[in-house]
């Protein structure tokens, strides 16, 4: 009668047979780790112990079906699905016109010059400190100067709702 062979043995045979470990992972339904924890006898690979005994029963083409995925093992779990792994689904970090000028406002150095264009929704533009243009450093708070410079230039108040894009441009 035969030896038994072990679990590490079995590993290595279906490795040495070009077989990586993740592709036994995904057929076994573990984790790549676990197949090599199993593969240098640190565990004993008794969690997927019913996989490994199948899958060696199999003939060449029909272990190769198995890691491609074409078929599966019966005693291997469902495949978890690539939604279930990467969890809750990030939002996506929303970028205001003003915060976008903000940030373009400090790349510039203190003393440069600046021109201010605010565009609605209804396509007008606004250009803001036309006349010379106005230093960074002068400029205070972005929020706070727009709203005093449309009101001194349009004569009209700043619907924030309403601005479409804000661009600061060197004068």
Do not use: C
Request: glycine share 8%; proline share 3%; aromatic share 4%.
């Amino acid at each position: 009668m035969s030896k038994k062979l072990s679990n590490q043995t079995k590993l290595k045979r279906a490795r040495d047979a070009g077989h990586s470990r993740k592709d036994l992972a995904r057929a076994f339904g573990v984790s790549v780790s676990a197949i090599g924890r199993a593969e240098r006898g640190q565990t004993s690979g008794k969690t997927f112990q019913a996989q490994i005994d199948q899958f060696t029963k199999l003939g060449k083409r029909a272990k190769e079906s198995v890691v491609k995925g074409a078929t599966s093992l019966p005693s291997a779990p469902a495949p978890k699905t690539q939604t279930a792994r990467r969890g809750r689904e990030r939002i996506p970090v929303i970028v205001t016109p003003l915060q976008k000028a903000r940030g373009d406002l400090s790349e510039l150095d203190k003393d440069t010059k600046v021109v201010v264009y605010v565009e609605t929704a209804d396509g007008t533009t606004h250009v803001l400190y036309a006349r010379g243009g106005i230093e960074v450093d002068d400029m205070g708070d972005l929020e706070d100067a727009i709203a005093e410079q449309t009101g001194r230039q349009y004569r009209e108040s700043v619907d924030w709702g309403d601005i479409v894009d804000i661009r600061v441009e060197e004068y």
